[in-house]
C-alpha cells in the first residue's frame, strides 16, 4: 500500500468537501473517526476484523479455556468469549494493547490534516473511537491538543479537542471492548456523542461498524431533527451502501452525502479548501495592486498554492506568535498582511519567490523569517520571540550569521521600526557548538511599513 501525500492547493476539490469547509467556517463542524483513519500508510494499525482475528490467534496460544468464536473477525465475539474465560476485562484489556503500535505507530496524512484542523479551530470537536494517539502525535511542534478520555477530564479541560470515546491506549482501562461495555457505555462516552453532534454538521470517517449507543442516539437525533446534517466517508459507502450499517442507520441519506473515498484524501480536500483562504483573501485585498507590487503578490500566491494543504497551514501556523489552540492562523488578518508583504518586497526586488517550511521565504538568493503576531505585543517580546526561533534554526544548521525577520500584526513599539540586535556580542563563528548557535545577528523589517510603499 502506498502511503498517501497530498495534493497542492491547485488542485480541485470536491463538492462535499468544500460543503464541509464551509460549516468549518462557521464553528458548526463536528468530526467522528474510527479504524478507516488509522488503517492507512503510514500508520498501518489493524482494522476491527485484523484485531480480532490477531487477538483470536493471541487468545487461542495464552488464555486457558478460551474458545474461538465462530468469527473470528468480530473483534467484539472474540472479546466477549476472552471475558467469559479470563472471568474478567482487565486481563482482556492488556492483551489487546500488545497486538499494535497504538501508542507508537507513525502518523499519516489524515492524522496530520485532522491535527492541524483542530489546532486551526476548523474543526470543534474530534470525536475519536480510535485507541491510538496519532492524532495527538501529530500536532506541531509546541502545540498540544487536550485529550478527555474519562469523566474527570471532560469536567477538568476547559476546551477538550478530543473525545477518545472508546477509550485511549495511554489509559489501558478506559479501553471500550466487550459488547457490554459497547452496549452500555460511561455515561460521559454517551452524552459526549449526544452534545457534540446536536445542531451541527457531522463527518463520519473510516467508521464501517456502529456502536449500540451511538445507533441509539443518531436515531433519537434524526427524530429531532429530521434534517440532520451528516456526510460519511468510506472507500466503499456508495458502492457497498446496500450492505453497510449506514442504509439501516439513515437509509434516506442522500447520495451526495455518501463520499467514497478515503480518510486522507477527504481530510486533504477539507484542509486544502481551508488553507485556500489564505491565497484567496490576499488576491481579494490586492486586487487593486497593479505593475511590479501585482507581479510580486501573484508570485508569492503561485508559490503559496503549490504546498499541500498540510504544509500551508503549518507554515502559517509556525508563523504565529501567541496563536492559541483553535484559533486560525490562516484565517488572522496579520498572516495575510505578512504574505501580501512578501508579495511587495517579491516586486521591488522582481525577485522569484519560495514558500520554505519553519515560516521561512526566500526572495531569490535572501532568506526571510516571518513572524506573525496573533495580539498586540511589545516590540521586546518579538525580539525575544525572533531570538528564540534564530537559535532554534541555526541549530539546524538553517542559518549561519544573520536571520532577518519580516514581522507582521500589531506591535507597540519605536515607530521607526524594530531596531537591528546582535544576540551575542563578539566574533560569529556558526560552526562553533557552543556559541556559533547564538551567535546571531537579527534584524527585522515591519509588514504595515512595506504595504504602505505600495499603496
Known sequence: MTAYDGKPLTAAIGAAPMVVAAAAREGRLVICAGAGLSVAEHASLPSGQQLGRLLDQRLRERLHGYTSPADTSDLLAVADAAVAAAGGLEALQYEVIELADFDQAWPNYGHRALALLLSEGAARTLLLWNWDNCVERAALEGERLEVARTLQDVAQLRVPSIAKIHGCITRVPTLLITSAQLADPPLW??????????????????????????????????????????????????????????????????????????????????????????????RDIAAAATGTTLDGINRTIAALSTLRAIDAIAWARTAAFRCRIGQSAIRLAATQEAVAAMGVLAGEQSAEVQVLPEARCRLDGSTMEVLVACEMVTASQVEIEAHRRAERLAGRGLLDDEAHFLVSGAVFGEAGGLPAVDVLEGAVDPENVLTGPRGLRVTFTRAPDVLARAA
Open 189 to 282: 462516552t454517551d452524552a459526549a456523542f449526544t452534545a457534540a453532534l446536536r445542531g451541527t454538521t457531522g463527518v463520519f470517517i473510516g467508521i464501517g461498524d456502529v456502536a449500540d449507543y451511538a445507533r441509539r442516539r443518531l436515531e433519537e437525533l434524526k427524530d429531532s431533527f429530521p434534517d440532520l446534517d451528516v456526510y460519511v466517508v468510506s472507500p466503499s459507502i456508495a458502492s457497498g451502501w446496500g450492505d453497510s450499517v449506514w442504509a439501516q442507520l439513515l437509509p434516506e441519506l442522500e447520495e451526495a452525502r455518501r463520499v467514497e473515498t478515503t480518510a486522507d484524501e477527504f481530510l486533504d480536500e477539507v484542509a486544502r479548501a481551508w488553507a485556500l483562504e489564505l491565497p484567496s483573501r490576499v
